[in-house]
């Protein structure tokens, strides 16, 4: 089954911050983020790995709650470039595994 | 580092033919390679794992002979689509995970095939 994201959409002002959350209903070894904007693959964000981590860098980060078995993204003092849609890609295994993607959250950061 | 690279972008083709897409790994070895389609806001759909020397894994209810997959290196991975219809229209993205963190994915930039 597919992970559920939430919000489905935000409208952000520049500088303003963001949680997008990433919640499955399998037990998960590992997350993965990603922003796609239109008509364009998805670009890798991060990786989160089972055993609760939390990750970052400047301005975007995230945690990883395996017990809960979800994820949330966190996007600090927005820029413009931060639109686009996010997916989360959740993983079963600690190997290759495919990933099954997020329902995913369209954002958008205006002047 | 960790590249990825598709052919065609674009591709319009009529309906019957059939059309083969590349993905290639540019700057690391690729063990595993996936296959993703995608619908106008919609999330991405894995369509099958493509391993190295070996048949490709096709998920729940996609066609095996409609959908060719044959990754015939560790960088190169092809997938045909044949006979296409109209219905076949989409994006379709590949993505490669390295051999040695196996657990990431990396993707390509994507082929919009049109069949008219």
């Known amino acids: 089954q597919q992970p559920v994201q939430s919000p489905q959409a935000v409208i952000l002002r520049e500088g303003e911050d963001a949680v997008i959350n990433c919640s499955s209903s399998k037990a998960l070894y590992s997350v993965h983020w990603y922003r796609q904007k239109h008509g364009e693959a998805p670009v890798f964000l991060m990786i989160l790995l089972k055993g609760g981590e939390q990750k970052g860098h400047e301005k975007i980060s995230a945690s990883f709650n395996e017990k809960k078995q979800q994820s949330s993204l966190y996007l600090t003092a927005s820029q413009l470039s931060y639109s686009g849609t996010y997916f989360c890609g959740t993983g079963n295994t600690g190997t290759a595994s495919k990933l099954t993607f997020g329902t995913g959250t369209r954002l958008q950061v205006t002047l | 580092g960790a590249v990825v690279s598709q052919h065609p972008s674009r591709v319009i083709c009529k309906s019957g033919t059939s059309v083969k897409i590349e993905c290639r ?13 995608q619908f106008p806001k919609q999330s991405l759909m894995l369509m099958a794992t493509s391993n190295e020397g070996s048949k490709a894994t096709y998920e729940q209810g996609v066609e095996k ?20 219809h109209p219905e076949d229209s989409s ?8 051999g040695q963190r196996n657990y990431e994915q990396y993707f390509g930039p994507g082929t919009r095939l049109t069949v008219t």
């Open chain 2, 91 to 98: 994006f379709y993205i590949c993505s490669a995970a390295p």
């Open chain 2, 25 to 37: 790994s540019l700057d690391f070895q690729a063990t595993t390679m996936f296959w993703y389609r």
């Open chain 2, 65 to 84: 002979d409609k959908f060719l997959i044959n990754h015939a290196s560790l960088t190169l991975s092809t997938l045909t689509v044949t006979s296409a």
